[in-house]
Structure formats: C-alpha cells, structure tokens
C-alpha cells in the first residue's frame, strides 16, 4: 500500500519535471539495472554493503552485488537530508554513506568510535524509463557503473563516474574496461 501510495506520488511529479528528493520517509534496499548490457528484470540485481577492509574501531564497506558478496548484513537503507544511512539486522545505525567521488566506489563507514557528519552527496530522483526511483549522487543518477575490482575476494562494486579513472595501469583497483553502466533502483523495504 506505501509502495502504491508512493508510485502515484511519484508519477503526479514526473509530469511536471524531474524532481530530486533528499529525504525518503520510508527504508528501502538498492538494486542495479544495466543501461547498455540486457538485463534479466527490471528491478534488478541486489546491492549490498560488501566488505572494505577495518581499522581499529572503523569498518569500511562498498556497495556490492550481493552475488559478488553474498551477505546481507543491512537490511534496510533510509535517506535523510541528502544522507544514507544504513541499519543492522537488530535496527542499530551505526553507518553512514560516505562521499561519493568521480572514480570511486560507493562507500560506507560503521563505527561507534568516531562518529561524524554524515557525506550529503545522495538524492532520489525520478526517470521516465522506470516506475523506480533512482539513486543519484551529485545531483546525477547516470553516473553509476559495476566495476569487477581485482584482487583478494574480488567483488563487483558500484562506482561513481568510471571516466575519471586513469585509463592506463595502474588503475584504481578495477579496469574501466570492464565496468558495465547501471542505474540505481531505490526497492521499498515491506
Ligand atoms: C547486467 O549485466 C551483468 C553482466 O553481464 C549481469 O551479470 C547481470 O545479471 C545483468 N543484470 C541484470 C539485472 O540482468
Ligand atoms: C532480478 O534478477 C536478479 C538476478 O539478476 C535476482 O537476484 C532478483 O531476485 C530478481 N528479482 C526479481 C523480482 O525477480
Ligand atoms: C527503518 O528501519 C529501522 C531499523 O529497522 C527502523 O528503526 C526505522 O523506524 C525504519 N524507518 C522507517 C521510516 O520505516
Ligand atoms: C551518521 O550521520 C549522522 C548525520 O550526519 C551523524 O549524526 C552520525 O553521527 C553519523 N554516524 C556515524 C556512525 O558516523
Ligand atoms: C567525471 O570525471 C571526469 C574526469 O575526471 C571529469 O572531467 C568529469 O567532470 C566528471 N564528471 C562528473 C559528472 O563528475
């Protein structure tokens, strides 16, 4: 019913222009759909936090397929003024989404220890090709692609505007080449 709701809501604005929304009043998870490749469904492969490594009291994530990293450890994703958050399977926040850079990979940081502002670089925002909103970053949804990274348990991560890696070894962890275009669905969590 919230998911009805919503989509009306949605297609009322849509008719009158784009429309970016920098909070979202519901959680949700995070799905790709491939813009050049052919796609299986239009929702999407699932996205999840994947590993990034830890420091003492600090744990790094990227945004993965959850095929590429098979775990799902936040469940539910929320948008608050420009800033995702992510919640644990037990409801706790201690993660935030961090700033999103040309080149770079979608991150996250969960810590308890260091706690700071969160990154205000994330937006919703409408397309006339789906009946999902999208994730933009900077105001732009179509500057996202999955990215097989090298290396140990080397997953499929999302990363923000592939172009502005070098184009020549030694990369930034992943070959552009291989990086395939995605948008970003925004999946209403029951
Ligand atoms: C997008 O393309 C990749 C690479 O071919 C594939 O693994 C993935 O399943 C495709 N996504 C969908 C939603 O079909
Ligand atoms: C869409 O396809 C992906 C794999 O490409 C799968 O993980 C996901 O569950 C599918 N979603 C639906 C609603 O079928
Ligand atoms: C999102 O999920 C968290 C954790 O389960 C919950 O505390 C919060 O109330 C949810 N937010 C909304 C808007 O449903
Ligand atoms: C997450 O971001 C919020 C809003 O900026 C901030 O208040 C909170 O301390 C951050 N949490 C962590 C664990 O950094
Ligand atoms: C992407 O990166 C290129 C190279 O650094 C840069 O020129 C361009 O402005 C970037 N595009 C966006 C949308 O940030």
Same mark, same amino acid.
Do not use: E, K, Q, Y
């Given at each position: 019913m919230l998911y009805f709701v919503f989509l009306v809501s949605f297609a009322i604005t849509s008719c009158l222009g784009q429309t970016? *929304?920098?909070? *979202? %009043?519901? #959680?949700? !998870?995070?799905?790709? /759909? #491939? !813009? !050049?490749? +052919?796609n299986t469904n239009d929702t999407? /492969? +699932?996205l999840v936090l994947g590993q990034n490594g830890a !420091? %003492?009291?600090?744990i790094f994530h990227v945004t993965s397929t959850i095929s590429s990293y098979p775990y799902n450890d936040y469940p539910a994703l929320a948008l608050v003024d420009g800033s995702l958050r992510a919640y644990g399977s037990y409801g706790d926040w201690i993660t935030n989404a961090t700033a999103v850079k040309s080149g770079g990979t979608m991150g996250w940081v969960t810590t308890t220890r260091y706690a700071q502002s969160a990154s205000q670089d994330y937006s919703v925002i409408t397309l006339a090709? %789906? %009946?999902? +909103?999208?994730?933009?970053a900077h105001g732009l949804s179509d500057q996202w692609s999955l990215c097989p990274f090298s290396g140990f348990r080397g997953q499929t991560n999302v990363v923000f505007n592939v172009s502005a890696n070098i184009p020549a070894p030694p990369y930034l962890g992943y070959d552009p080449a291989s990086c395939y275009g995605v948008t970003i669905n925004i999946i209403p969590v029951q």
């Open positions: 970016f *929304l920098r909070d *979202l %009043s519901w #959680n949700f !998870t995070l799905a790709a /759909v #491939n !813009t !050049t490749l +052919p999407g /492969v +699932p !420091t %003492s009291g600090i090709t %789906s %009946s999902l +909103p999208a994730l933009a």
